[in-house]
């Protein structure tokens, strides 16, 4: 059996039962990307009533741990990905070995989006800064939990971002795991 030599660190999304939910979206972008990437799916807390912050701390030393070359964050994980690198500084410092940064159907908390104690995505971005991954955002056009015109909130907070827009694609990206794996790989270290 060949050693994955590409480590990707899934984030789940929250609320009651995301870990599971989120399991089968995570195994098939496992299986679309082959035995060449290790995906890593680590249980944040309190799914059901996440704290920013501590999601926040969970993420980053779940990526000291993976060595992970990629990060996808998934609903309101991506949300609070998107958070950190909004406000910067160290915090955002810790995403800058990455390969890239995908975010999948993340809820733009702020003006406009929906609201949330905690989050900084109204105030001028930090994320274009240089040093930082590639940042590629996922939007399905047939979600019916986060709205599709919050890819336009993002495009405006993160002007360097790549938006992607999936017809026909709902919250959970069934069926969309190969399209998001052939992107990854296109994104892959040589």
Same mark, same amino acid.
């Given at each position: 059996?060949?050693?994955?030599?590409?480590?990707?660190?899934?984030? +789940? &999304?929250? $609320?009651? *039962?995301?870990?599971? !939910?989120?399991?089968? /979206?995570?195994?098939?972008? $496992?299986?679309?990307?082959g #035995?060449?990437?290790?995906?890593?799916?680590?249980?944040?807390?309190?799914?059901?009533?996440?704290?920013?912050?501590?999601?926040?701390? !969970?993420?980053?030393? %779940?990526?000291?741990?993976?060595?992970?070359?990629? /990060?996808?964050?998934? #609903?309101?994980? *991506? %949300?609070?990905?998107?958070? /950190?690198?909004?406000?910067? $500084?160290? &915090?955002?410092a &810790?995403?800058?070995?990455? #390969?890239?940064?995908?975010?999948?159907?993340?809820?733009?908390?702020?003006? *406009?989006?929906? +609201?949330?104690?905690g989050?900084?995505?109204?105030?001028? #971005?930090?994320?274009?800064? %240089? &040093?930082?991954?590639?940042?590629?955002?996922?939007?399905?056009?047939?979600?019916?939990?986060?709205?599709?015109?919050?890819?336009?909130?993002? *495009?405006?907070?993160f002007?360097?971002?790549i938006?992607h827009?999936?017809?026909?694609?709902?919250? +959970?990206?069934?069926?969309?795991?190969a399209?998001?794996?052939?992107?990854?790989?296109?994104?892959?270290?040589?």
């Amino acid at each position: 059996m060949t050693t994955p030599c590409v480590d990707l660190l899934f984030i +789940q &999304g929250a $609320g009651d *039962g995301a870990h599971e !939910a989120d399991r089968v /979206l995570a195994g098939a972008l $496992g299986q679309a990307l082959g #035995s060449d990437f290790r995906v890593h799916f680590p249980r944040l807390p309190d799914e059901g009533a996440p704290d920013n912050d501590v999601w926040k701390q !969970a993420i980053s030393t %779940a990526l000291r741990r993976t060595r992970a070359t990629f /990060l996808v964050a998934h #609903s309101a994980a *991506g %949300a609070v990905v998107a958070d /950190l690198l909004a406000q910067g $500084g160290g &915090g955002a410092a &810790g995403l800058a070995s990455l #390969s890239a940064i995908v975010l999948l159907a993340p809820p733009f908390v702020g003006a *406009g989006g929906w +609201q949330l104690e905690g989050f900084h995505l109204d105030r001028p #971005s930090a994320a274009d800064a %240089a &040093g930082l991954p590639p940042l590629h955002l996922y939007f399905g056009l047939a979600d019916e939990t986060v709205p599709p015109s919050h890819a336009e909130l993002y *495009g405006r907070l993160f002007k360097a971002a790549i938006v992607h827009r999936l017809p026909g694609c709902g919250h +959970q990206f069934e069926g969309w795991a190969a399209r998001l794996a052939r992107d990854l790989r296109a994104l892959a270290p040589a």
